[in-house]
């Protein structure tokens, strides 16, 4: 089973994890159409917490099939593949697993994947993904791809007769999320046009990526956490999702305006996603060219 999509985003280092504070315990595309949106009004007046609960494992999901808890430690503190141990070095590097482990298995450990679960029955090997040719870490294509490549192989894996119908190893890219308990996590995005310094605002462009047949996310979006300091505004906003039981269509979500108040002046500081581990920056886009 193996996912076929990406995500760009950047790294922001340790440094906002660690400095976290104990305070708090998907499916479409985006719409072509490019018109500019209507900023909407602050919608959340109430003050959130300043952090956000760091877990000690993250979700690569897979859709149901197969999900995939990774420890917050080995994304912080990374080991090279280089590192593992004689059993698990043989269990990525195994060629005898049949037509569906084709390119999976490596020929040799990888100096540029990292360790993500070395445990007696498997290991979960992960790499940052590059960025597709031709986007940018800030261009709008990229905001909604994932992160990471994750491969998971089990240590001393049966072997049936017939290897034609069998899945001896898993393959996934995924993004990396902090629970936000009955939340959806978006996309976020800072529309580039609004952006004014001088303002006590940040206009924000939240996309939701689950199906909710095209409805906008406006009256659902939540500030989970906001912490402001000098050079940097740290944010967590999730998503309610939508009322009723009905199915919904994948016709795919226009980003949706959000108005987030702020303690001071905007001014040049770096606003970061605190619901991605690690942390990111959240981009700064023309709604134009999404």
Request: hydrophobic fraction near 40%; charge should be negative.
């Amino acid at each position: 089973m193996r996912g076929r999509t990406r995500r760009a985003g950047r790294h922001l280092g340790v440094a906002v994890l660690s400095t976290m504070i104990l305070a708090l315990a998907a499916c479409t595309g985006a719409s072509t159409d490019r018109a500019s949106p209507t900023v909407s009004p602050e919608q959340s007046a109430e003050s959130p917490p300043t952090a956000l609960t760091v877990p000690e494992t993250v979700l690569c999901g897979g859709r149901g099939i197969l999900d995939v808890w990774i420890s917050v430690d080995r994304l912080v503190d990374q080991r090279a593949a280089t590192e593992l141990g004689p059993r698990a070095a043989a269990a990525v590097q195994r060629q005898d697993l049949g037509p569906n482990a084709s390119g999976v298995a490596f020929d040799s450990l990888p100096s540029d994947w990292f360790i993500g679960e070395e445990s007696a029955d498997r290991v979960i090997l992960l790499q940052r993904l590059p960025l597709p040719d031709g986007l940018t870490a800030d261009d709008p294509g990229a905001v909604a791809l994932p992160d990471y490549s994750m491969r998971l192989f089990l240590i001393d894996p049966p072997v049936p007769a017939d290897l034609r119908n069998w899945f001896p190893v898993f393959e996934n890219e995924c993004s990396f999320e902090i629970p936000l308990q009955d939340l959806r996590i978006p996309d976020l995005m800072i529309d580039d046009a609004l952006k004014d310094p001088a303002a006590t605002h940040l206009d924000l462009l939240v996309h939701e990526r689950e199906c909710t047949s095209g409805r906008s996310a406006e009256g659902r979006i939540k500030v989970v956490a906001l912490r402001e300091t000098a050079d940097r505004i740290e944010l967590a906003i999730g998503i309610r999702p939508p009322d009723g039981s009905g199915v919904a269509t994948c016709v795919g979500n226009r980003p949706t305006p959000f108005r987030l108040a702020l303690s001071s002046a905007l001014g040049d500081r770096d606003v970061v996603d605190l619901g991605r581990v690690p942390a990111l920056p959240v981009p700064v886009v023309t709604f134009q060219e999404w």
